[in-house]
């Protein structure tokens, strides 16, 4: 079914559907006859005016509906990180911080932080491809299968990280099926402010930095440098990473204001390869791949106006950004030697009504987004590239309008409406040397060019709503459909050796989402997030061991809970827990002669843990001393690829970390030293958090997590 069609649901899902549609009304209706009009618009409201609990209820937030919004509003249950927090952790990456604050499940073939696949909602396999990942609200996702390269966000320039779980479809189109991760950037501070820090730790790991921010009149500035280095924990897992951002931003008049973005990266590392179960018995820090490396640059540079008219009723918004990543690819491993180039363009004007009627608000958001990709790839059959076996060219053009409105019944109750309309057209140009033959066995591949291109064209939309019976309760309910486009290298092949094919049959993903949830303080210092959901998707897609294809419906059903509990300025205790059943729906029989794994109903999706738990907690001892530590659980998954579930699983794993951070202000509080210590993986846990099955292997390959950590850390901000 498309995902307009929902007609075509199960009776079960169906009733679900109507169910919350009905509950929808009746809670806005219950609210708007339990309270009094208050006639309070978003723009009056003042958290400083209400008591300590309202001031934590009333966080702004941007990337749920693409304008600022209080929390409060939002039919999802919203995590924001904030930089300082981020700072404090003393991570060494935007993952681990991620991991830890807001309980995502991320995994890596190796202890890179820019190869970490992210997962929210439980879809295992290019997991993070359905995961919108921005910073400032432009997209990271690369049209191809690859993963976002987390080094390009120094955490010295993070402002706060906003975590949308759930589907946006609706809002942010491709991508945004499990979540939105949206990491915002220092601007210009009114107090000019730098930071010196650096950090040490285990197998050659080094990282240092700086930044700074100010403003001067109407002009706000700031910048960062960072430049990150490790041997790795295995052999051949090295990598070296530099990076340095810029952000401008100019007040030209009280209704416009012109910024700018930019950062450049460099970033080379090793790949060591999996490891059979045998090679992990013998040593888990060896390297298979002892020739397999990637070297990437990219630059990124974002810029445009926003502009604020009658008193900020009117808001218009103009968003142009480029992106150019230049990747060059040594695996010899797989015989191959590559050189990618990846260009995308976009371009995003976005119009915001903000307007009140009685003791209603309405915020209206609509506007365009459309990007183009251009990926230009040369293959070649040796390390110093002389022989050249072929190229790919291929565009990816996208287009989508889309609009959400939301009318609030004084900061009581809120409803929101949305729909978005997609269009992406996928085009490949080939040229491929082919093979030569061995006869009389093989008569080769000659010399191909082909040209071949699809169209493909979803609609999906969102239907929330959230009540706030009290100032310290907030009960919320939304229904969206989603879609997601095939990523270039799922519709097409383009590997050359005369095996390049276009994948015509393949057509996008799609589904419906159905959500609910609350958030309750029930007294001073304490949260705690519920979160209930079931994603049914049609159509997801994954490799059968031959090439891409659309499955038959699978359904992704769980609860996540968040609680957080501050007590004075003494200890702060938080936990995140997700409980996840990811399952294939109908039978698949596969292909045996052709190595495609079967699936049954009710079979596990690979790659997702049913249980997830993170309890952290800070001591402070003084004022200036705190203890840190944190408890992680993850259950036991099934390999990559056993969709049948005949592997024995990747076991369970448990990890205990464990840190002291010391701040100290010289006198006038305008120079802070903060000095931090800890230790990963307190325990040496062994194990691995990625696996695949493998034919040739009865017991799978596995890529083995980094053991025992320790790190030292010293920052300095003036």
Not at 503 to 529: R, Y
Not at 607 to 629: F, Q
Not at 702 to 707: H, I, R, S, T
Request: charged share 25%; glycine share 8%; hydrophobic share 35%.
């Amino acid at each position: 079914m498309t995902v307009g069609s929902i007609h075509s649901a199960p009776d079960r899902f169906r009733a679900i559907r109507n169910t919350l549609h009905i509950t929808l009304a009746a809670l806005l209706t219950s609210a708007a006859w339990a309270q009094e009009p208050t006639g309070i618009s978003p723009a009056t409201e003042t958290p400083a005016d209400a008591g300590a609990t309202e001031e934590r209820r009333e966080t702004i937030v941007v990337t749920a509906t693409r304008a600022e919004t209080t929390d409060r509003r939002i039919p999802s249950n919203v995590t924001v990180i904030g930089g300082e927090e981020i700072a404090e952790g003393g991570y060494t990456s935007l993952p681990q911080a991620l991991e830890k604050k807001a309980g995502l499940h991320f995994r890596s073939f190796s202890d890179n932080p820019s190869q970490a696949e992210v997962d929210i909602r439980g879809f295992g396999e290019n997991s993070h491809g359905r995961v919108l990942v921005m910073v400032n609200g432009r997209k990271l996702n690369r049209p191809d299968m690859a993963t976002v390269n987390w080094l390009q966000i120094p955490l010295r320039n993070v402002e706060k990280v906003e975590v949308i779980r759930g589907a946006n479809t609706a809002l942010y189109g491709d991508h945004a099926v499990g979540g939105v991760i949206n990491v915002i950037t220092k601007r210009g501070s009114e107090r000019p402010e730098c930071e010196v820090s650096g950090q040490i730790g285990s197998y050659g790991y080094y990282d240092a930095g700086a930044s700074a921010s100010g403003r001067l009149g109407k002009l706000g500035a700031s910048a960062s440098v960072d430049v990150q280095s490790s041997d790795g924990y295995r052999e051949r897992s090295a990598y070296d990473a530099t990076s340095a951002t810029l952000g401008l931003e100019y007040a030209a008049t009280d209704w416009l204001t012109a910024y700018f973005d930019g950062s450049v990266t460099k970033n080379d590392y090793e790949l060591p390869g999996a490891l059979t179960a045998e090679q992990m018995r013998e040593d888990r820090r060896q390297a298979i791949n002892l020739e397999d490396d990637v070297a990437e640059q990219q630059l990124y540079a974002d810029w445009g106006l926003r502009s604020s008219f009658l008193d900020g009723t009117h808001k218009f918004d103009a968003d142009f950004a480029f992106a150019h990543r230049d990747i060059e690819a040594n695996t010899a491993s797989w015989l191959t030697w590559t050189d990618q180039i990846v260009d995308t363009w976009s371009i995003s004007p976005k119009y915001t009504l903000e307007t009140n009627f009685g003791s209603f608000h309405e915020q209206l958001v609509a506007g365009v987004d459309w990007s183009r990709d251009e990926l230009a790839i040369d293959r070649y059959n040796d390390l110093d590239r002389t022989l050249w076996q072929g190229q790919a060219d291929i565009t990816r053009d996208s287009l989508a309008p889309f609009v959400r409105n939301t009318l609030s019944y004084g900061k009581w109750a809120s409803l929101s409406l949305g729909g978005r309309w997609g269009e992406s057209e996928i085009t490949v140009e080939t040229e491929d040397m082919g093979t030569p033959g061995f006869p009389p066995f093989f008569p080769g591949i000659p010399h191909v060019r082909t040209e071949d291109s699809k169209t493909h064209r979803e609609c999906a939309y969102h239907i929330g709503a959230t009540v706030n019976p009290i100032e310290q309760v907030k009960v919320f309910a939304k229904y969206d459909t989603i879609y997601r486009f095939p990523f270039t290298d799922e519709q097409a092949v383009y590997v050359g050796y005369g095996l390049n094919s276009f994948n015509f049959d393949l057509e996008p993903e799609t589904g419906e989402s159905l959500e609910a949830g609350l958030e309750v303080e029930p007294f001073n210092g304490a949260s705690i997030q519920l979160t209930w959901f079931e994603m049914k998707m049609e159509g997801e897609i994954a490799w059968d061991g031959y090439r891409n294809v659309n499955l038959d419906d699978t359904l992704h059903t769980g609860v996540e809970i968040a609680a957080d509990y501050r007590y004075r300025d003494i200890a702060r205790l938080s936990v995140n827990y997700t409980w996840l059943d990811a399952e294939f729906e109908r039978d698949y029989l596969g292909d045996p002669l052709l190595g495609v794994p079967k699936h049954d109903a009710g079979d596990r999706i690979p790659l997702v843990p049913e249980h997830k738990l993170t309890v952290a907690a800070e001591v402070n001892v003084t004022r200036a001393l705190v203890l840190l530590g944190a408890y992680n659980y993850t259950s036991d998954m099934l390999l990559g690829g056993d969709d049948d579930n005949v592997y024995a699983p990747l076991d369970e794993y448990t990890t205990v970390d464990f840190g002291v951070r010391y701040t100290h202000k010289l006198p006038g509080d305008k120079v802070e030293i903060q000095a931090t210590i800890g230790v990963d993986n307190v325990f040496d846990e062994e194990y691995a958090p990625m696996g695949f099955a493998s034919s040739f292997y009865p017991d799978g390959v596995f890529y083995p997590a980094v053991g025992r950590t320790y790190k030292a850390g010293l920052s300095v901000k003036f």
